[in-house]
């Protein structure tokens, strides 16, 4: 591909990713357009976090290529991944256990070069979420589950991401808690950075997302517009139970 301009932020090619010989990624292709929410669905074992994990530069793929801005970046380090604006917000938020909120965002921002500007961007975040700012100062891990997301959220966000990677993003939460991180991510995404979200409930996942895609078993299965996805039969009757 030469014409970069034209390249979609993400593009994922023929994945195939194993752990040691075990196959679990078999056939994996999934596009991010710039400026887009995707939604990766699918059910558990399915090979979501791990495809996520290979985007973000932890696991080697086997086979296949993945690509940023149309450049080919297989090979490149996670650290190096981080510089190109991919962030992964892991499953079960893996928060710094011990240090307080604050402290939490600003390692979000280790990569960064402009410390003084990431220190601004913190302001930022306990803008974007208000319950962060009120418990600044508390230990990470003492939060609830919808405030450790929020925080895993915000973390992610500082290493100033143009894609931010989200692994189960309702997992054990309250619905309301959920409305509340799909407000702030819609916000994120209105001021540019584009979003793939792993989401186990599909009616969410179809509610906020612009494309879905479905990876069945290690293999992609319908993906496209999410009103497309959304009305495939065997989508339907798979994961949404009509
Ligand atoms: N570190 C690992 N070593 C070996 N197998 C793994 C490892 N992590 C996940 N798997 C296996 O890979 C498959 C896909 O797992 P995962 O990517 O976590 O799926 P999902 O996130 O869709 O639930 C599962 O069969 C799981 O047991
Ligand atoms: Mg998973």
């Known amino acids: 591909m030469n014409d970069h301009r034209e390249a979609p932020l993400l593009d994922v ?3 195939a990713v194993s752990y040691g010989d075990v196959e679990v990624i078999w056939q994996a292709d999934l596009m991010v357009p710039k400026g887009s929410i995707v939604a990766l669905i699918g059910s558990n074992g399915a090979g979501k976090t791990t495809l996520l994990r290979t985007i973000a530069g932890a696991l080697p793929p086997r086979q296949g290529a993945i690509r940023v801005d149309g450049t080919d970046v297989t090979g ?8 190109r604006g991919l962030v992964l917000v892991p499953e079960g938020r893996r928060l ?15 990569a960064r070069a402009d410390k003084a500007e990431a220190k601004r961007d ?6 974007l979420f208000p319950r962060l700012a009120e418990r600044r100062r508390q230990d990470a891990s003492t939060l609830s589950g919808g405030e450790q997301q929020m ?5 992610g966000l500082m290493a100033a991401p143009r ?4 692994d189960e993003l309702s997992l054990g939460l309250a619905p309301s808690v959920v409305e509340e991180l799909i407000t702030a991510l819609k916000r ?5 950075t584009s979003l793939l979200v792993v989401e186990q409930d599909v009616a969410v996942a179809f509610d906020f997302a612009d494309l879905a895609y479905v ?3 290690g293999r992609s299965g319908a993906g496209g517009p999410v009103a497309d996805v959304a009305a495939d039969p065997a989508v339907r009757r798979a994961y949404l139970g009509i």
């Not at 490149?76 to 510089?83: C, K, L, N």
């Not at 894609?163 to 989200?166: G, Q, R, S, V």
């Open 215 to 217: 990876l069945d078993q």
């Open 188 to 192: 994120i995404n209105r001021d540019g």
């Open 122 to 127: 913190v302001e930022r975040m306990y803008a």
């Open 76 to 83: 490149d380090t996670a650290r190096d991944r981080v510089r």
């Open 96 to 110: 710094f256990t011990g240090l307080s909120v604050y402290d939490n965002l600003l390692l979000g921002a280790y």
């Open 13 to 15: 090619r023929s994945l």
């Open 151 to 155: 925080c895993a959220i915000a973390r």
């Open 163 to 166: 894609l931010l990677l989200i």
